[in-house]
């Protein structure tokens, strides 16, 4: 047993330093990329941001993975209203990065740039101890994070470490305008168990799939969703907050604090109370991706393959 561990470790190692080369080239490429839009002007880097997005469109092997989720969610549209709105999710993306390497530009110019709106029935951030804030891939989504610092709270935040470990960081030295931990996707329930019995508040982005997670209706068809935030606010008697962000005219930016989510019936079982949490939130998710489909990031499958099969 342990020769093959060990063999195994050691193509590894051999693995990563064959790769390491190619790494070092993306890294490079990236940080030119990173160091030409933070030079610009940022309503000249977004635009810059759009032209490369609608050119990677062109290249992408993610581009059948977008095609097929636009397909479920508008059934009812023609194929070439559904290519646009592919075209449109590439550009998308590549705001979405000129926002990223911008974003300690944009959070310095806040009062001018920059405004949170608490929606109708929502609590204030600074009235809470501690609170599951959750948010979903659509707009400036990165924007969201940026809760902590306004309001005064350290808020760990979870995302998804990039392949090239050189990226990665360069991309985490961006984040670090939100002033808090980040918690890399696996093994950050721990983490986040942990800070919030220390009384923080924690921060998830929650409309990818998660196949450890509990099949909740999106868009009228069963999709694997993480169900930990509703479980994490009813155990630790917290609010649950969706926080989504929109993109306003001329290079600024609206972060919306909506309404805790409650469960519809305070006497159903534990396990229930969190599927009609999230039901809810995905209902969320829903009307604000309807409502500005070509700003929803959608690279990856978010249903099962027989749904997909079914919108062929």
């Not at 030119?32 to 610009?40: E, M």
């Not at 604090?257 to 209902?283: E, F, G, K, Y």
Request: charged residues 25%; proline residues 7%; hydrophobic residues 45%.
């Amino acid at each position: 047993m342990p020769r093959f561990y060990f063999s195994s470790r050691r193509s590894q190692e051999v693995a990563r330093w064959q790769a390491r080369p190619m790494w070092l080239a993306e890294a490079a490429a990236v940080g030119v990329v990173a160091g030409v839009l933070r030079l610009l002007p940022l309503r000249a880097s977004l635009a810059l941001g759009a032209w490369l997005g609608r050119a990677l469109c062109r290249f992408s092997p993610r581009i059948d993975k977008v095609r097929r989720n636009l397909r479920v969610v508008f059934a009812d549209r023609d194929s070439a209203d559904l290519e646009r709105l592919t075209r449109a999710s590439f550009t998308n993306v590549g705001v979405a990065f000129a926002e990223l390497v911008n974003l300690r530009r944009i959070w310095r110019a806040r009062r001018r740039r920059l405004e949170f709106c608490e929606l109708p029935g929502a609590v204030s951030p600074e009235a809470c101890r501690r609170t599951v804030f959750v948010t979903a891939h659509l707009g400036p989504w990165q924007m969201t994070p940026l809760v902590g610092p306004e309001y005064g709270m350290t808020i760990p935040v979870i995302y998804a470490p990039e392949q090239n470990p050189y990226v990665d960081r360069l991309l985490n030295r961006f984040r670090g305008v939100f002033d808090a931990p980040l918690v890399a996707r696996d093994g950050g329930m721990r983490a986040f168990v942990r800070a919030l019995r220390q009384g923080q508040s924690i921060g998830l982005t929650v409309d990818t799939r998660l196949d450890s997670g509990e099949s909740v209706p999106f868009f009228g068809e069963a999709a694997m969703t993480n169900t930990m935030p509703a479980r994490l606010a009813l155990k630790f008697d917290c609010d649950l907050v969706p926080v989504l962000a929109e993109r306003l005219p001329c290079g600024r930016f609206r972060v919306n604090i909506h309404p805790p989510i409650a469960p519809s019936d305070q006497s159903a079982t534990n396990d229930d109370q969190v599927l009609d949490m999230s039901r809810q939130i995905n209902a969320l998710f829903e009307r604000e991706i309807v409502a500005r489909p070509e700003q929803w990031l959608c690279l990856k499958r978010r249903w099962p393959k027989q749904v997909y099969q079914r919108y062929a």
